[in-house]
């Protein structure tokens, strides 16, 4: 069964430190991998896409990370803000064409000052 | 310029009514979607249209019937609603499907709150 798991579920940092999301699945076979960012009462925003032959993209003070091999993904946040306070989701493509989206449960980030 | 809009922001209706969500893009994008978001936050795709055509429909009760005239617009149209429709959805718009191999940018509108009484 395709699936994406996130960890941990909530995570209380506070600002100026780092912190690093996890993304794990057995989804097979992959297309693509992305990481969105969703502030309450708004829609995902997207904030990186790896396709198969990538390792670690970034954007900003976020950077994620894409293993293969191990089908493990993960988002470091770098120095956070405030503004970092949001839910995380890692979205996974699944099928040779990729025809098909399989969502984590995502990650509850809150920064605190 | 927002780029993809959708309205009413809020819906409040009773069960059993029929009620529609619209939703619009300005990007030029090709392909569209409809996804529901539930109390625990948990993203589910409903539906997927690429150039007016439907491309993924997720097992969503027949109640529920997207309708998109043109490219830039696709409605979320919902018969007999019941308590448990209600959730956020949201709208998104790419060039291409997402699931595709080529890495396209997905973007969201900002939700419609549907609670059914």
């Known amino acids: 069964k395709n699936q994406v798991e996130q960890s941990p579920q909530s995570l209380i940092i506070l600002e100026g430190k780092n912190c690093t999301l996890q993304c794990n699945y057995t989804v097979s076979p992959f297309s693509n991998l992305r990481w969105y960012k969703q502030d309450t009462g708004r829609g995902p925003v997207s904030l990186t896409i790896m396709t198969f032959s990538e390792n670690t993209k970034s954007n900003g003070r976020y950077t994620a990370t894409l293993d293969a091999d191990t089908k493990q993904s993960s988002l470091h946040i770098t120095a956070s803000q405030l503004s970092d306070s949001a839910s995380y989701i890692c979205?996974?493509?699944?099928?040779?064409?990729?025809?098909?989206?399989?969502f984590g449960g995502g990650t509850r980030v809150l920064v605190k000052p | 310029d927002t780029a993809v809009s959708q309205t009413p922001k809020y819906l409040v209706t009773q069960m059993g009514n029929d009620k529609s969500i619209k939703c619009e893009q300005n990007l030029g994008h090709d392909t569209m979607y409809w996804y529901k978001q539930d109390s625990k936050k948990f993203l589910k795709i409903m539906f997927s249209?690429?150039?007016?055509?439907?491309?993924i429909n997720e097992t969503v009760p027949n109640r529920f019937s997207p309708k998109s005239p043109d490219k830039a617009h696709l409605n979320l149209h919902i018969n007999s609603l019941e308590l448990g429709d209600s959730a956020v959805y949201f709208c998104?718009?790419?060039?291409?499907?997402?699931?595709?191999?080529?890495?396209?940018?997905?973007?969201f509108g900002p939700g419609t709150r549907l609670t059914v009484l």
């Open positions: 249209y690429n150039n007016k055509e439907l491309i």
């Open positions: 998104a718009s790419s060039q291409d499907w997402v699931g595709r191999g080529r890495p396209d940018t997905q973007y």
């Open positions: 979205v996974v493509s699944v099928g040779a064409a990729g025809n098909k989206l399989t």
